[in-house]
């Protein structure tokens, strides 16, 4: 291993020391709760969105606690889920009283405190409804889809919530337009080496230099197929047909397309990558209207990438229009 | 039921007799679930178990029933966030919901906090009973503790503390079908359950009891 640190047990607690210290203009953690993050200011009347989840993902979860994506996020240590209190105290926060939407990723120990978070709010007089994003289509089949995790696709889904919100949507309406960016948005990831924890010390999955992974997560869970490192080319033949035929899109629909590097896959590639997704869509009449290249969820210096792809409509449309004119300045 | 009742000062006590039990038992929790899972209950537990002492050692002496189970809870969720502190410090602020203001315990509040537990475990974890986790042992114990022999609150502890063992012992010969132990079952077949167990060492601790195990 070698990593820049101080201590590897205070390594989540020192990154985000240091992202507070760089972001102080926008992002503050509560007093009681140094692990609850929240932005500075805020729309009253207005659903504010809380998220939430392990470290180790930057920008995921925490990096997203900015003007256009959420309102709060609960931060736990690497890779685990932050306790029921944090989650709890970012929802009474950051209630403008208009309720507080809850979008995060489909893990069980966050379901378990978030899920307790939602119920203890509403003792405090908040109303929460909440998406669990579960975006990577290898995770699970889709007969069982409500068991697939979620992956860098959630950004998609951030400024789908925080656009709602803003254009004054009620609690019920972010809800059901994140619900509905989720259901058009499918996404598959593809590992090329393992992330390593600061206290383990070593990656927790090995590949031959040669080799690839496709569907490993980002924590290191297990993909679907192992194999020697085929071209860009072939790699999107295989990834992206996939994502098509669940989205069930073709000739004339319109798509927003995430390439996202899961921490040490330098921009090159990813943009590399990029052009033979939209190549092999545009050979297909499918128009790749918005483009988010770079590093939206990784996991620490794992090698890799993830395909995410949204159909785009009516509601979602605005939004995604909007995150691509941020992203872009 | 005056004069069968636990007052909060000696449910406070009992708690803290629990919490001496789970520390001394932490390398057979940590071997049990060596068997089919990462292997760091019993040190997980201990930091969880080290915290809620010293929190019910700072506790003021006025809290309640309630205010006690849910301080328990907090601070096992919060010192020891893996999946099973969090679902038992839940399941714990679920029992402090359910007895909220009540300053003496009696045989039926040591039911419905029972009830409470294994009823929070079970949804908030998503599990029924007979799938080899800490619900066979917990739902064992209000089982017993609903028995006919039981009169009074140290009755309901005593007999769900002999409830919780025999819960235990009793998962040894399921098949684990959740969480890490899912996947390496055959490893983890003739041991009884880390979690189950550990609820087990717990009642016999707030039973007043050393630990059979």
């Known amino acids: ?329 | 039921m005056s004069g069968a009742g636990i007052e909060a000062s000696e449910l406070r006590a009992r708690l803290l007799r629990a919490c001496t039990q789970v520390l001394a038992a932490r390398q057979r929790l940590s071997a049990l679930d060596g068997a089919a899972g990462d292997g760091d209950l019993g040190e997980s537990l201990a930091i969880g178990f080290g915290a809620i002492e010293r929190a019910l050692g700072e506790a003021p002496s006025e809290v309640d029933i309630g205010e006690l189970l849910t301080l328990t809870g907090r601070t096992l969720s919060a010192a020891a966030p893996s999946t099973f502190g969090t679902l038992l410090g839940l399941a714990w602020r679920d029992a402090g919901r359910a007895l909220a203001g009540r300053s003496v315990l009696d045989a039926e509040d040591v039911a419905r906090m029972l009830e409470a537990m294994a009823g929070g475990v079970a949804k908030r974890g998503n599990v029924t009973v007979g799938q080899r986790t800490v619900l066979d042992a917990l739902d064992a114990s209000h089982r017993a503790a609903l028995g006919s022999g039981v009169a009074t609150a140290a009755d309901a502890l005593n007999a769900a503390a002999d409830g919780a063992a025999e819960g235990a012992a009793a998962t040894a010969a399921m098949r684990p079908q959740v969480g890490r132990a899912g996947w390496i079952a055959d490893r983890a077949m003739g041991h009884p359950d880390a979690g189950a167990t550990a609820w087990a060492v717990i009642a016999a601790g707030i039973a007043g009891r050393e630990t059979e195990l």
Request: aromatic share 6%; with cysteine.
């Open chain 1, 1 to 329: 291993m070698r990593k820049f640190l101080n201590d590897p047990e205070r390594f989540a607690d020192e990154a985000l020391a240091g992202l507070l210290l760089a972001h102080a203009d926008r992002v503050r953690a509560l007093p009681d709760e140094p692990r609850a993050i929240v932005t500075v200011g805020g729309t009253p009347g207005q659903v504010a969105i809380a998220t939430g989840g392990g470290s180790g993902h930057l920008p995921l979860f925490v990096g997203y606690v900015v003007e256009g994506y959420a309102d709060g996020c609960a931060v736990g240590n690497m890779f685990a889920s932050p306790s029921t209190d944090v989650m709890l105290a970012v929802t009474k926060a950051i209630d403008r009283g208009a309720g507080v939407f809850y979008l995060y990723g489909n893990y069980g120990g966050d379901r378990i405190n978030f899920e307790a978070a939602a119920e203890f709010s509403a003792d405090f007089g908040v109303e929460v409804q909440t998406v669990r994003w579960a975006d990577d289509i290898l995770s699970a089949p889709p007969e069982n889809a409500e068991q697939r995790r979620g992956i860098a696709g959630v950004f998609l889904g951030y400024t789908v919530a925080s656009g709602a919100a803003r254009a004054g949507g009620s609690l019920a309406e972010v809800a059901a337009a994140t619900r509905h960016a989720l259901e058009r948005t499918r996404s598959i990831g593809v590992a090329l080496s393992g992330p390593i924890l600061p206290t383990v010390g070593h990656s927790n999955f090995e590949l031959a230099p040669d080799e690839m992974e496709i569907g490993t997560g980002i924590h290191g869970e297990p993909g679907v197929r192992r194999g020697p490192l085929v071209t860009v080319n072939e790699l999107v033949a295989e990834m992206v047909p996939q994502i098509v035929a669940e989205l069930g899109i073709g000739t004339g629909d319109q798509v927003a397309v995430l390439v996202n590097g899961l921490g040490a896959t330098p921009p090159e590639e990813l943009y590399v990558l990029f052009g033979s997704v939209h190549g092999w869509l545009s050979d297909r009449g499918i128009s790749v209207r918005h483009a988010f290249v770079g590093e939206y969820a990784t996991s620490l210096e794992m090698a890799g990438a993830s395909i995410s792809v949204l159909h785009l409509d009516d509601v979602t449309a605005p939004h995604i229009a909007a995150a691509a004119e941020r992203v872009r300045l």
